[in-house]
């Protein structure tokens, strides 16, 4: 786990919304460590996913950790696709049913999912906020990413930040009422 969320705390109109242009594969095969650019596509949609570490899966899943190997794995954030994870050689897949949490990428509609895994701020809470709740919800999560108690690496399916996450319902609810 890391030491800090993967997105600093925000200042001013700074983002975590940062494009996924390129999918950064590590290959357990090298020894030095280097990340390669590498676009994987999810077996079952054909999307392309993004890059999650191991132990992000691992702490995921509800299923048996025999079945994780120590290849480079890969989430697919398309709602309609049943896979979560892929692996790097496409052999092995894991569902929606064969993790811990529902997945707010997989269910973006349910009012019951969590947005925030680190602090806990369900769709419902977000999208019902006053606006001044709203800048409450995501200085709560600022807060702890000041504090180091983030750990989006390990409790968010994604693997990273859930501050743009956060921000689309924002911006969703928003452009819903304008």
């Known amino acids: 786990m890391s ?8 200042a001013g109109n700074a983002s975590c919304d940062l494009p996924v242009t390129d999918i950064l594969a590590y290959h357990p095969e090298s020894l030095t460590g280097q990340v390669q650019t590498t676009a994987h596509s999810c077996p079952s949609c054909g999307q392309k996913g ?11 899943l509800k299923v048996s950790l025999r079945a994780v190997t120590t290849q480079a794995y890969f989430f697919c954030s398309t709602e309609t696709c049943p896979v979560v994870y892929f692996s790097l050689d496409e052999t092995q897949t894991f569902t ?8 707010y990428q997989k269910e973006p509609q349910n009012s019951d999912g969590q947005v925030c895994y680190c602090f806990g701020h369900s769709l419902e809470e977000i999208q019902s906020a006053t606006p001044e709740a709203q800048k409450e919800i995501l200085n709560d999560i600022n807060d702890g ?3 180091g108690q983030c750990a989006c690496d390990l409790r968010n399916p994604q693997g990273s930040c859930c501050l743009g996450n956060v921000r689309a319902v924002m911006k969703a609810k928003l452009l819903q009422e304008g």
């Open 3 to 10: 030491d800090n969320c993967c997105c600093p705390p925000e």
């Open 96 to 103: 929606t049913n064969q993790v811990r949490e529902i997945v």
């Open 145 to 147: 990413i000041k504090t």
């Open 50 to 60: 993004k890059a999650v570490e191991g132990q992000t899966v691992k702490a995921m």
